[in-house]
C-alpha cells in the first residue's frame, strides 16, 4: 500500500507553501521552492536528511519568483531538475528582478525543464493540471488516490489567486478552477 506523505514549509517575506512529498520508497520531490535564505535552506536540507529521503525532482505550480526563490538551492544541492509548464518560461525569467523589489536575491536561477502530463516518483502519479489565470503557465497537481491538490497561487483558502499580473487572466482563472 502506498502511502503519500506531505510536510509543508512557509517560506519568504510573502509566506509561500514549499512542499516535500514522498512515499514509501523515501523518493521525494519538491513543490514550490520558496525557500530564499541560508537559514530556509538549511531547514529544508535537515528535513531531507533526517527522514533520509532522496529528492528525484522539483516541480513549480507557477514562474513568479516567491514560488521559485529556491530552485538553484535544491538543483544543485539535490542533482535534480526544476520543472515548470512551459507558458511560463517567459515569467520565471523576470522572476530575479521582480525578487529585488522584496530584497529577495536570486542570483542563478537553473532554467527548467518542461513540466508533462504527469509527475512520478517512488510509487506516486501526480497528474498536471494546466490551470491558467494567475499566470499563462499555472499548473495544479493531483494526487486522485490520496485526494490531494497542490494549487499553487490558484486557490488560496477562503478565496482565489490574484489575477492581475503580467499573464494573469480572470477569465481564465475562473475556468480553470473548475478542473481542480
Same mark, same amino acid.
Given at each position: 500500500? $502506498? &502511502?503519500?506523505?506531505?510536510?509543508?514549509?512557509?517560506?519568504?517575506?510573502?509566506?509561500? $507553501?514549499?512542499?516535500?512529498?514522498? /512515499?514509501?520508497?523515501? +523518493?521525494?520531490?519538491?513543490? /514550490?521552492?520558496?525557500?530564499?535564505?541560508?537559514?530556509?535552506? +538549511?531547514? !529544508?536540507?535537515?528535513?531531507? &536528511?533526517?527522514?533520509?529521503?532522496?529528492?528525484? *525532482? %522539483?516541480? $513549480?505550480?507557477?514562474?513568479?519568483?516567491?514560488?521559485?526563490?529556491?530552485?538553484?538551492?535544491?538543483?544543485?544541492?539535490?542533482?535534480?531538475?526544476?520543472? %515548470?509548464?512551459?507558458?511560463?518560461?517567459?515569467?520565471?525569467?523576470?522572476? &530575479?528582478?521582480?525578487?529585488?523589489?522584496?530584497?529577495?536575491?536570486?542570483?542563478?536561477?537553473? =532554467?527548467?525543464?518542461? !513540466?508533462? *502530463?504527469?509527475?512520478?516518483?517512488?510509487? =506516486?502519479? !501526480?497528474?498536471?493540471?494546466?490551470?491558467?489565470?494567475?499566470?499563462?503557465? &499555472?499548473?495544479?497537481?493531483?494526487?486522485?488516490?490520496?485526494?490531494?491538490?497542490? =494549487?499553487?497561487?490558484? %486557490?488560496?483558502?477562503?478565496?482565489?489567486?490574484?489575477?492581475?499580473?503580467?499573464?494573469?487572466?480572470? $477569465? +481564465?482563472?475562473?475556468?480553470? %478552477?473548475?478542473?481542480?
Amino acid at each position: 500500500m $502506498n &502511502s503519500m506523505n506531505i510536510k509543508t514549509f512557509i517560506f519568504n517575506p510573502i509566506c509561500v $507553501n514549499t512542499y516535500v512529498v514522498w /512515499d514509501d520508497s523515501n +523518493e521525494c520531490i519538491f513543490v /514550490d521552492a520558496g525557500s530564499c535564505t541560508d537559514k530556509e535552506n +538549511e531547514r !529544508l536540507a535537515e528535513f531531507i &536528511s533526517e527522514k533520509k529521503l532522496k529528492p528525484v *525532482a %522539483l516541480v $513549480n505550480t507557477h514562474g513568479h519568483f516567491d514560488h521559485t526563490a529556491g530552485n538553484e538551492f535544491l538543483c544543485v544541492r539535490y542533482n535534480i531538475n526544476a520543472y %515548470l509548464h512551459a507558458d511560463d518560461f517567459h515569467t520565471i525569467k523576470m522572476a &530575479s528582478a521582480h525578487a529585488e523589489h522584496f530584497d529577495v536575491h536570486i542570483k542563478n536561477p537553473p =532554467t527548467p525543464k518542461e !513540466l508533462g *502530463a504527469e509527475v512520478k516518483f517512488g510509487n =506516486t502519479t !501526480l497528474q498536471v493540471l494546466h490551470t491558467p489565470g494567475h499566470s499563462k503557465g &499555472s499548473v495544479s497537481l493531483y494526487a486522485k488516490n490520496e485526494g490531494v491538490v497542490f =494549487t499553487g497561487d490558484t %486557490l488560496f483558502r477562503g478565496s482565489i489567486g490574484r489575477s492581475d499580473f503580467e499573464g494573469g487572466d480572470l $477569465n +481564465e482563472l475562473m475556468n480553470s %478552477l473548475h478542473l481542480i
